[in-house]
């Protein structure tokens, strides 16, 4: 029985309020991720779906280690990397990559797409100046873009272009876990079809575990064979897919399922019953969000 | 015969820019009735917004070229004097928009901002103006509307102040509501309560409705008809059970595959549909949607698609398609349907 | 809101004491102020007057604490208490300088305090401050809100072009052409003179001494003005919230004043404090071009015969102007844009 690639143990991310009165205190604390623990083996993918305030985009964070945990263990291919250095951490930013939502903001728009790709190349010099150029240019044909295009900036590309730019990024150093951060959500539908595609051929082909963060219910349901559904900072219901949708334990989960949206109305006709959640969900997401929003360290 | 409650003929509308001229929309014709949901699908630059706001009139006094004409109840909007048009925006028809935290201004409380709505178009006093303010909030299901109307937007959620738009937009009991994406921006539980709110209050006043939407789900609940939008112009019309059980148009069927849903298979990869939207500057000549199509090759003669421009054809009674196909229902198509589409250079 | 406020003054004070300090370290690190205020024709007996008089002979820090605590509680002249001793000795009691709190010091050249020389300078500097800067605010985003309302039209390329224009031209050419031509060779205008504002009556000459200087800085000023105001109404425009608001069927004039204008005005308020507290300290060129006996004439009276104290004065004053400043655009920033006022 082969090790997972990675397990969280119970980590928390807490942001502290600060007060407003004459000497700013702390007088709180945000508990953006409350006690999460989950496992991600080699080669698979967990879906982790929530709202917003669920704590769902921090997670992926932590897991990337561009936050620190308050508290919590990390541990990727058995060492804990909760606590580690930068310079600890150097290595392992080979290993672990990041998608994000954003195709328009996320590339820099001063750098061509070779720069882009090519960056993490430089940093960790590990192939030679010479074969660089040939790595960047496998890398866009992988991802489905014209090779001869490395020396085009953003701005040149669609959406779903600039959103594989930024697939290839990741895969430079063949990652070996993908924390992908709601990865389509800001593409038109008929393009998200293609990049989800694309992500599954790869990831078939490569080996790579994912981390898929999303609110999509439908397409996380597509992508990954495990999900899990966060609720205020806790992880509710960890599941097999085919059991989550078909029947889903707590409640939270079955009020989530109940509202997307479904193109089988459109036969059936009339409305469809809502399962309210009876935690009032938006005032505290809210409330949550709103004061991690405010709370972060400038991020 | 009478007129459609909302006639809207043959609407063109076109931005001169520096790289050229943007054809947004070219001859775009829809109707509604009073008490009726017509969804507008389309992605980005098919041009659902912008002719959406054309019915506001929010393209005068803009570089915009505008023609056709718009009858709302009697009226064609196209014709009015920028003075009655602004009388009858907020007041005849009103429009909620995406981003309710963007589309409210941020220095300006709630009730200030809804009442707003309701003094110009009403002549009351402020305290008159507040009062209905309050009940708007509070029947768009906001809790405690005595104490919230002073509070600013980034005091609101997101879906509380997508309430708060409808509350602004409603407050004058408009005929038609356009809904412009309204939930895009909202958690899925937030999104279920507000279409729900939408819904009821549709019901209660008798508004016509126009959702405009990405999201087919969204079109499935809500809506009664369809009009299916792709590169500034309307490919399919018809009853929403209709397009989503038949699609007769190669891009309303692509569009439905491309998108999983809770029930599809997992195993079997997603059908996107393959390249990308055309530009508005310089619009195929023949069909827009030809260079994606994988039922192109199925059309005689073959070189029809790249040169002309279908028409907008009745298949059925109520049902309207623009496509050169002969063959009506696509499910028998699917099989012959291209592997791969060759993209243009 | 009130905590805030409070906050931001205890912080601003912190800033002026420790900028004193820096001050006064910068200004000793430059050599003997003795030897350099004695200037060219120093002899020994003018060297150890300036000393005993102004105390430089003490440490700098024993220097620097009789410098706060004249600002508290005031200190005499001469520092030196040997020659203190030796005037009132010799009868000369009436020849001590009693030099009140809040003390900047003693101006040798001058034979008066800095807080004398400072109170008498306000009047033109605080004068062509307030007018110009009501002249420059007033004109300057009305112009600028016609210029974006009229964006690419004719009255805006105008409006684009005079201001880069206006902006280039150097004060003193401004400032001399309104005095030389203006008043004197064309005769349009009494030649400017500054006439102090004691009482009501006085307001007329007043007005129509400072006008022209005011008008001279004012143009600089209002160039800039114009074009920020037109980049942030422009910017302001294209925000959601105008469409929302002409959406509602709003008149034109109301989504361009209470909406656009007001999302505006946050940058302004900000640019507008800072500039005006630059003014405080005074328009050196512009007093110079209209010889008017501002702060700004006063610095270079100073830095020309190297009298320390005065110099020292004018730089916290200032200071403390900015500051105050940036605590008053910091309240008003809040007032406008509730974001800011967050509390919990």
């Not at chain 2, 969804?39 to 917004?49: A, C, F, L, N, Y």
């Not at chain 2, 279409?195 to 499935?220: C, K, P, S, Y």
């Not at chain 3, 002899?43 to 005993?52: D, F, N, Q, R």
């Not at chain 3, 320390?308 to 004065?313: D, T």
Request: charged residues 20%; proline residues 6%; hydrophobic residues 45%.
């Amino acid at each position: 029985m082969t090790a997972p690639l990675l397990e969280v143990k119970d980590l928390t991310m807490h942001f502290p309020i600060r007060s407003r009165g004459i000497i700013p205190r702390t007088v709180g604390h945000v508990k953006a991720v409350d006690g999460v623990s989950f496992t991600i083996n080699a080669g698979q993918a967990l879906g982790l779906v929530g709202e917003s305030g669920s704590g769902k985009s921090t997670t992926g964070r932590l897991i990337t280690r561009l936050y620190e945990p308050t508290s919590g263990q990390i541990l990727f291919e058995g060492t804990d990397i909760a606590r580690s250095s930068a310079r600890e951490l150097k290595p392992l930013r080979r290993d672990i990559q990041m998608i994000f939502q954003d195709p328009y903001t996320s590339l820099n728009p001063r750098h061509t797409v070779g720069e882009i790709i090519g960056a993490p190349l430089e940093i960790h010099k590990l192939v030679p100046k010479e074969g660089r150029l040939r790595r960047i240019q496998e890398l866009l044909e992988i991802v489905g873009l014209n090779p001869e295009h490395y020396n085009r900036y953003p701005h040149e590309f669609s959406g779903g272009q600039r959103q594989r730019i930024g697939i290839a990024r990741a895969l430079t150093m063949s990652p070996k876990l993908l924390v992908a951060d709601e990865p389509v959500s800001a593409l038109d539908v008929s393009i998200q079809a293609q990049i989800i595609n694309l992500m599954k051929d790869l990831q078939r082909e490569m080996n790579i575990a994912f981390l898929f963060i999303a609110h999509d219910l439908a397409i996380v349901r597509h992508f990954c064979p495990q999900v899990a559904v966060m609720y205020l900072g806790k992880i509710v219901e960890n599941a097999p897919r085919e059991e989550l949708y078909s029947n889903p334990k707590h409640a939270y989960t079955q009020s989530l399922l109940s509202a997307v949206p479904d193109m089988r109305q459109a036969v059936v006709g009339g409305r469809r019953e809502r399962i309210r959640y009876t935690h009032d969900v938006e005032a505290s997401a809210a409330s949550t969000a709103a004061n991690t929003a405010a709370a972060q360290p400038s991020a | 015969m009478t007129r459609p409650f909302l006639s809207v003929e043959n609407l063109v509308v076109h931005f001169p820019t520096s790289d050229g001229i943007v054809r947004a929309t070219d001859g775009l014709s829809y109707t509604l009735e009073p008490g009726k949901t017509l969804g507008i699908v389309g992605e980005s630059g098919s041009g659902k917004s912008v002719s959406s706001s054309a019915i506001l009139g929010l393209h005068r006094n803009t570089s915009a070229q505008v023609s056709g004409q718009i009858w709302l109840d009697g009226e064609d909007l196209l014709s009015l004097s920028d003075k009655e048009m602004q009388q009858r925006r907020g007041k005849d028809v009103a429009m909620i928009f995406q981003d309710p935290l963007s589309a409210l201004h941020p220095y300006y409380t709630i009730g200030n901002q809804v009442a707003e709505a309701y003094r110009v178009h009403n002549d009351v006093s402020k305290k008159a103006a507040r009062t209905r303010t309050i009940e708007m909030l509070d029947r768009v299901g906001i809790p405690n509307p005595q104490l919230r109307v002073d509070d600013y937007p980034h005091q609101f959620s997101g879906g509380m102040r997508q309430r708060a738009m409808i509350a602004m937009a409603l407050i004058n009991d408009p005929e038609l509501l356009i809904a412009d994406e309204p939930t895009t921006a909202l958690d899925v539980t937030v999104q279920a309560q507000i279409l729900d709110l939408l819904q009821d209050l549709q019901r209660e006043f008798n508004t016509a409705l126009i959702m405009i939407t990405h999201d087919l789900g969204v079109i499935a609940e809500v809506a009664d008809d369809v009009l299916v939008m792709y590169a500034g112009r309307a490919v399919e019309y018809g009853s929403t059970r209709q397009l989503l059980t038949a699609p007769a148009m190669p891009y309303t069927l692509g569009l439905i595959q491309s998108v999983p849903d809770l029930s599809s298979d997992v195993n079997e990869p997603l059908r996107p549909i393959p390249g990308n939207p055309p530009s508005l500057l310089d619009p195929p000549r023949g069909c827009a949607f030809a260079p994606r199509c994988t039922f192109k090759h199925l059309v005689d003669p073959p070189n029809l698609p790249d040169e002309v421009m279908p028409e907008l054809e009745e298949i059925a009674p109520g049902h309207l398609r623009r496509c050169h196909l002969k063959e009506h229902d696509l499910s028998k198509l699917i099989p012959l349907a291209a592997e791969k589409v060759e993209e243009p250079a | 809101m009130l905590a805030f406020i409070i906050r931001r003054i205890l912080v601003g004070v912190v800033m002026v004491v420790v900028m004193i300090f820096v001050v006064f370290s910068l200004f000793f690190a430059n050599g003997n102020p003795a030897i350099n205020q004695c200037g060219r024709y120093c002899t020994p007996e003018k060297l150890a007057e300036i000393t005993g008089l102004l105390g430089y002979d003490k440490s700098i820090p024993e220097q620097f604490g009789a410098f706060t605590a004249g600002l508290v509680v005031g200190r005499d002249f001469p520092v030196n208490d040997e020659y203190r001793q030796a005037l009132i000795d010799n009868g000369f009691e009436n020849r001590i300088i009693h030099c009140a709190a809040p003390c900047l010091g003693y101006s040798q050249s001058d034979q008066k305090t800095v807080n004398q020389l400072l109170v008498k300078a306000a009047g033109p500097t605080l004068s062509l401050a307030v007018v110009s800067f009501t002249i420059w605010i007033i004109f300057g985003v009305l112009i600028g809100v016609l210029a974006a309302v009229f964006k690419g039209r004719w009255l805006d390329r105008i409006v684009v072009g005079s201001t880069l224009v206006v902006y280039a031209l150097p004060v003193f050419v401004i400032g001399t052409f309104f005095l030389q031509y203006v008043a004197i060779k064309w005769q349009l205008y009494p030649y400017p003179r500054f006439e102090p504002l004691r009482e009501p009556a006085d307001i007329l000459p007043w007005l129509t001494g400072i006008l022209l200087p005011a008008l001279t800085l004012a143009l600089f000023f209002m160039a800039a003005y114009v074009r920020y105001t037109r980049a942030f109404v422009l910017e302001s425009l294209s925000e959601d919230y105008i469409r929302t608001a002409r959406a509602k069927g709003l008149p034109e004039r109301t989504v361009l004043f209470k909406h656009g204008l007001r999302a505006a005005l946050t940058p302004l308020v900000t640019l507008a404090g800072l500039d005006f507290a630059s003014l405080l300290a005074g328009a050196i060129i512009t007093e110079s071009v209209f010889n008017y006996q501002g702060m700004g004439a006063l610095a270079v009276k100073a830095n020309n015969n190297q009298d320390l104290p005065v110099l020292i004065g004018l730089v916290i004053v200032g200071a403390t102007a900015v500051i105050v400043m940036n605590i008053i655009v910091d309240i008003l920033y809040a007032y406008i844009d509730p974001r800011v006022r967050v509390s919990k």
